[in-house]
């Protein structure tokens, strides 16, 4: 049970998570989901952006993950499970809102691939933590 108290950390089963400490995308583990479209295109672009992705960003021998909730993701960005975590065409913010107060309470950053300051309204989410953040957006930005 992923919980968090403002002001006071993230919590799994009561005890203290945080975010991870991986400073280099070459490290790192990334999750990712197809959004809630299983269409034939939006399944190729997802996985065509994963494969670029990884190999503009040397990071071609890392796993990658996609476990099928974007909920879970986050959760496990604020444990230190997953190191960064993108979706693009989530269902809604039922689907982040509770993930997102965990992984900001856990030390973790949460924003838009681009970069920009993330809205809840517009369906497109990345996670890590802080240290690759910027990095992060750089791959995402020469995968699109």
Do not use: H
């Amino acid at each position: 049970l992923f919980t968090r108290i403002r002001g006071k950390g993230a919590f799994l089963n009561g005890n203290p998570i945080k975010v991870s400490l991986k400073d280099e995308l070459v490290n790192c583990l990334l999750a990712t989901e197809t959004g809630t479209k299983r269409d034939k295109s939006t399944v190729d672009a997802t996985t065509n952006r994963i494969k670029q992705g990884i190999y503009l960003n040397s990071i071609a021998e890392r796993p990658v993950r996609m476990p099928g909730s974007c909920a879970l993701n986050l959760c496990g960005i604020s444990c230190g499970r997953i190191d960064l975590f993108y979706e693009t065409g989530y269902g809604g913010p039922w689907d982040v809102a509770a993930g997102i107060v965990i992984v900001e309470e856990a030390g973790g950053r949460v924003f838009y691939p681009s970069g920009k300051e993330f809205s809840i309204l517009i369906t497109r989410i990345a996670s890590s933590n802080p240290l690759i953040k910027d990095s992060s957006t750089e791959a995402f930005q020469q995968s699109e």
